[in-house]
C-alpha cells in the first residue's frame, strides 16, 4: 500500500484515539491541537483526507443516527482493522526515519499510544541511527568542500541542519528515556 499523505496519517490517528468521530468533530480536534498552524492541513483536505480513507478502506462512515439543525444527519467516522495497522505501520515509519525538522516525526509522536512502548523505543533507536548518518554525511560534505574555511553563507546552509540533527537526536534520547522509565515503572507494578 501507498504511504498516507500527512493529512491522512492525522486522520486516522484523532479517529483511532476517538473511537468515531464527525467530520466536525476531527476539525475541532485538529484546531485545539493546533495541527493547522505546523501541518498546514485545511477544512478542505480534511474532507477528502476522510474520502481517500474510505477508498483505501482503512477507515468506514456510519449514519450518527441523530441530527442537529437542517440538513443530512452527520456521518461518524470508525476505523478499520485494516485502518488500524496501517496507523501502526506510519507511526513506526515516521518515528524511525523521517529527518529533522519534518512533521511527519510530530505526527507520529502524538499517535504514540497506538504501539507498544518497546516498538516506540526501537523505532526512535533507529531514528537516531538514522540521525547520526545523515549528520555524518552533511558532515563530510562540508568537510570535502573546506569545511571551516567555507564563506559564512556557505558554512551556514551546513552548520544549521547539522545543530538541528543534534537537537533533535538530544529530544529522541530523551524520549527513549522517558519511555524506558515507564517501562520499568510498569514491570515492577508502580
Given at each position: 500500500?501507498?504511504?498516507?499523505?500527512n493529512?491522512?496519517?492525522?486522520?486516522?490517528?484523532?479517529?483511532?484515539?476517538?473511537?468515531?468521530?464527525?467530520?466536525?468533530?476531527?476539525?475541532?480536534?485538529?484546531?485545539l491541537?493546533?495541527?493547522?498552524?505546523?501541518?498546514?492541513?485545511?477544512?478542505t483536505?480534511?474532507?477528502?483526507?476522510?474520502?481517500?480513507?474510505?477508498?483505501?478502506?482503512?477507515?468506514?462512515?456510519?449514519?450518527?443516527?441523530?441530527?442537529?439543525?437542517k440538513?443530512p444527519?452527520?456521518?461518524?467516522?470508525?476505523l478499520m482493522?485494516?485502518?488500524?495497522?496501517?496507523?501502526?505501520?506510519?507511526?513506526i515509519i515516521?518515528?524511525?526515519?523521517?529527518?529533522?525538522?519534518?512533521?511527519?516525526?510530530?505526527?507520529?509522536?502524538g499517535a504514540?499510544?497506538?504501539?507498544?512502548?518497546?516498538?516506540?523505543?526501537?523505532?526512535?533507536?533507529?531514528?537516531?541511527?538514522?540521525?547520526?548518518?545523515?549528520?555524518?554525511?552533511i558532515?563530510?560534505?562540508?568537510?570535502?568542500?573546506?569545511?571551516?574555511?567555507?564563506?559564512?553563507?556557505?558554512?551556514?546552509?551546513?552548520?544549521?541542519?547539522m545543530?538541528l540533527?543534534?537537537?533533535?537526536?538530544?529530544?529522541v534520547?530523551?524520549?527513549?528515556?522517558?519511555?524506558t522509565?515507564?517501562?520499568?515503572?510498569?514491570?515492577?507494578?508502580?
Amino acid at each position: 500500500m501507498n504511504r498516507l499523505s500527512n493529512v491522512e496519517f492525522m486522520l486516522l490517528h484523532i479517529i483511532a484515539e476517538s473511537k468515531q468521530a464527525s467530520g466536525y468533530q476531527i476539525n475541532k480536534l485538529i484546531e485545539l491541537r493546533g495541527y493547522r498552524e505546523w501541518a498546514n492541513i485545511g477544512t478542505t483536505s480534511i474532507y477528502s483526507g476522510l474520502q481517500k480513507l474510505k477508498e483505501k478502506q482503512l477507515i468506514r462512515s456510519e449514519d450518527a443516527g441523530h441530527k442537529t439543525g437542517k440538513g443530512p444527519s452527520p456521518s461518524m467516522y470508525v476505523l478499520m482493522e485494516a485502518g488500524l495497522e496501517t496507523l501502526r505501520n506510519e507511526i513506526i515509519i515516521s518515528l524511525s526515519t523521517t529527518r529533522e525538522r519534518d512533521n511527519r516525526f510530530d505526527l507520529g509522536v502524538g499517535a504514540l499510544p497506538f504501539i507498544g512502548k518497546h516498538e516506540a523505543a526501537a523505532a526512535l533507536g533507529k531514528r537516531n541511527d538514522f540521525l547520526e548518518e545523515t549528520l555524518r554525511s552533511i558532515y563530510e560534505k562540508y568537510e570535502s568542500q573546506g569545511g571551516d574555511r567555507l564563506p559564512l553563507h556557505v558554512r551556514a546552509l551546513f552548520l544549521h541542519p547539522m545543530s538541528l540533527i543534534r537537537h533533535e537526536q538530544t529530544f529522541v534520547a530523551e524520549l527513549i528515556s522517558e519511555l524506558t522509565k515507564e517501562m520499568e515503572r510498569h514491570d515492577h507494578g508502580y
